[in-house]
């Protein structure tokens, strides 16, 4: 597939950016905290960290100290209240008994699962990219053949979308309004933040406009008739994935349940050091303290099950029928010559890995589902989609991609029953000559 350009700078942020959906196409060698966002509308912290970055380059030039307004301090955040690991470990949501329960723990998982075995679904992280499962998704739906999953988990774009299918066709359009006509100023602003490097207030308010109690009802009820919703965030301060029961949330209620699910939606696609992280208050041993929780992407591209029970050396069973992966994202190489300069290497390199960690992944999905005697199903954007981007979250871009998703929902094979082939190696020069290696 090629890889579209994406005009987007970043700096520090560029080793984590390429978990969710901001990969660095160029630097412009401004300092660290410069962020320019080419296809954002253009607003006052954008211009001034602009104009403050190119204050501090010249003065650097020059062999002078910067002027004070371009190197003035941030604004100080209230600090944390402390706690201990063990504190985190028993540590519950209060007024939700049952809302999360940690991504490793074995038998809360097994605990967390339907009565009834059926369907299961995976959505993977992929930034604007999801706007290939959400088109997947509605393919399916029109042409009859998408199942009521009885469990679906989502990781970082995963996890925004999935709510909406959760909830049933009835949220198709919503799905698909989502994934074709938001753009960047939907998502972030450029501003850098004391904890991040955009601020993703845009996303926070449209959580807030599309996460309505209405399908927090339709969540609920959904969860009630045996089915399970979970989501998956990264809790930074503990290097521990949690997962979250989406359904149990929802079925609480209240005013403070819908707040948390919004909650653990910003977080699942806070990308650490791009978007800001999401404190979540929490209780434990007599304390009242919050942690902080980023992108789910950061312990994997989705979720199946925890860890130790996908290893190829245990013995679990999925109680599924069938297994199915949708990975919102190209798994081709994209081949760039790569600019000598730290952020660009940064991000080539963490792009490769998470294709590499993505296939891994897959590769024990399908060797557990055929341990289980569960058939295997799994949809990527496929190397045929050609389509540029104009910058992150280009709408035009986004409606190709949807409407490529749908057309494959449509088609008679949707989903492959193994994992992608690898990408063929590079062809040769002509004329090039291949070494035997034997004299």
Same mark, same amino acid.
């Given at each position: 597939?090629?890889?579209?350009?994406?005009?987007?700078?970043?700096?520090?942020?560029?080793?984590?950016?390429?978990?969710?959906?901001?990969? +660095?196409?160029?630097?412009?060698?401004?300092?660290?905290?410069?962020?320019? +966002?080419? $296809?954002?509308?253009? %607003?006052?912290?954008?211009?001034?960290?602009?104009?403050? #970055?190119?204050?501090?380059?010249?003065?650097?030039?020059?062999?002078?100290?910067?002027?004070?307004?371009?190197?003035?301090?941030?604004?100080?955040?209230?600090?944390?209240?402390?706690?201990?690991?063990?504190? $985190?470990?028993?540590?519950?949501?209060?007024?939700?008994?049952?809302?999360?329960?940690?991504?490793?723990?074995?038998?809360?998982?097994?605990?967390?699962?339907?009565?009834?075995?059926?369907?299961?679904?995976?959505?993977?992280? #992929?930034?604007?990219?999801?706007?290939?499962?959400?088109?997947?998704?509605?393919?399916?739906?029109?042409?009859?053949?998408?199942? $009521?999953?009885?469990?679906?988990?989502?990781?970082?774009?995963?996890?925004?979308?999935?709510?909406?299918?959760? @909830?049933?066709?009835?949220?198709?359009?919503?799905?698909?309004?989502? !994934?074709?006509?938001? &753009?960047?100023?939907?998502?972030?602003?450029?501003?850098?933040?004391?904890?991040?490097? +955009?601020?993703?207030?845009?996303?926070?308010?449209?959580?807030?406009?599309? =996460?309505?109690?209405?399908?927090?009802?339709?969540?609920?009820?959904?969860?009630? %008739?045996?089915?399970?919703?979970?989501? +998956?965030?990264?809790?930074?301060?503990?290097?521990?994935?949690?997962?979250?029961?989406?359904? *149990?949330?929802?079925?609480?209620?209240? /005013?403070?349940?819908?707040?948390?699910?919004? &909650?653990?939606?910003?977080?699942?696609?806070?990308?650490?050091?791009?978007?800001?992280?999401?404190?979540?208050?929490? /209780?434990?041993?007599?304390?009242?303290?919050?942690?902080?929780?980023?992108?789910?992407?950061?312990?994997?591209?989705?979720?199946?099950?925890?860890?130790?029970?996908?290893?190829?050396?245990?013995? !679990?069973?999925?109680?599924?029928?069938?297994?199915?992966?949708?990975?919102?994202?190209?798994?081709?190489?994209?081949?760039? *010559?790569?600019?000598?300069?730290?952020?660009?290497?940064?991000?080539?390199?963490? @792009?490769?890995?998470?294709?590499? $960690?993505?296939?891994?992944?897959?590769?024990? @999905? !399908?060797?557990?589902?055929?341990? &289980?005697?569960?058939?295997?199903?799994?949809?990527?954007?496929?190397? &045929?989609?050609? =389509?540029?981007?104009?910058?992150?979250?280009?709408?035009? !871009?986004? %409606?190709?991609?949807?409407?490529?998703?749908?057309?494959?929902?449509? %088609? @008679?094979?949707?989903?492959?029953?193994?994992?992608?082939?690898?990408?063929?190696?590079?062809?040769?020069?002509?004329?090039?000559?291949?070494?035997?290696?034997?004299?």
């Amino acid at each position: 597939m090629t890889t579209p350009t994406r005009p987007t700078v970043f700096a520090a942020a560029a080793l984590l950016s390429a978990l969710f959906f901001l990969p +660095v196409a160029a630097w412009r060698g401004a300092p660290a905290f410069a962020v320019e +966002v080419t $296809d954002a509308p253009a %607003s006052k912290s954008h211009r001034r960290l602009v104009d403050q #970055g190119e204050q501090v380059a010249a003065a650097q030039r020059r062999g002078k100290k910067p002027p004070p307004s371009a190197t003035k301090t941030e604004p100080q955040l209230p600090p944390r209240v402390p706690f201990t690991a063990a504190d $985190d470990a028993a540590a519950i949501v209060p007024g939700i008994e049952g809302a999360r329960f940690w991504a490793d723990s074995l038998a809360d998982f097994k605990a967390a699962l339907p009565a009834k075995p059926g369907p299961w679904l995976a959505l993977s992280s #992929g930034g604007e990219d999801g706007a290939f499962g959400a088109g997947l998704l509605n393919g399916l739906s029109a042409a009859g053949k998408r199942p $009521d999953y009885t469990v679906i988990t989502g990781v970082s774009t995963g996890a925004l979308m999935a709510p909406f299918i959760f @909830a049933g066709r009835a949220y198709d359009d919503e799905l698909h309004t989502t !994934y074709t006509k938001v &753009s960047s100023a939907d998502i972030f602003e450029a501003g850098r933040t004391p904890e991040s490097f +955009v601020d993703s207030w845009p996303l926070k308010e449209l959580l807030a406009k599309k =996460v309505t109690p209405a399908l927090l009802a339709d969540v609920a009820a959904a969860h009630r %008739s045996g089915r399970r919703l979970f989501v +998956v965030t990264t809790d930074l301060d503990a290097e521990r994935s949690v997962v979250w029961n989406m359904g *149990v949330i929802a079925a609480n209620g209240s /005013e403070a349940a819908l707040k948390l699910f919004r &909650s653990v939606l910003l977080a699942s696609a806070a990308v650490p050091g791009g978007f800001p992280p999401v404190l979540i208050d929490v /209780e434990a041993n007599g304390k009242h303290f919050a942690e902080m929780h980023v992108d789910g992407g950061v312990g994997g591209q989705f979720f199946v099950a925890p860890a130790p029970l996908m290893m190829p050396t245990s013995d !679990y069973r999925l109680p599924a029928t069938q297994l199915y992966v949708i990975i919102n994202t190209g798994l081709e190489r994209d081949f760039a *010559v790569v600019e000598r300069f730290v952020p660009s290497i940064l991000t080539q390199a963490v @792009a490769a890995a998470v294709k590499v $960690d993505t296939r891994l992944m897959l590769n024990l @999905a !399908y060797t557990v589902a055929k341990r &289980s005697g569960v058939g295997f199903n799994v949809a990527s954007i496929p190397p &045929s989609f050609n =389509v540029k981007s104009n910058g992150p979250f280009d709408p035009a !871009y986004m %409606s190709a991609l949807f409407q490529r998703g749908y057309e494959q929902g449509q %088609s @008679a094979t949707p989903f492959s029953n193994e994992p992608p082939p690898y990408p063929p190696e590079p062809a040769r020069q002509s004329g090039q000559v291949e070494k035997s290696g034997v004299n």
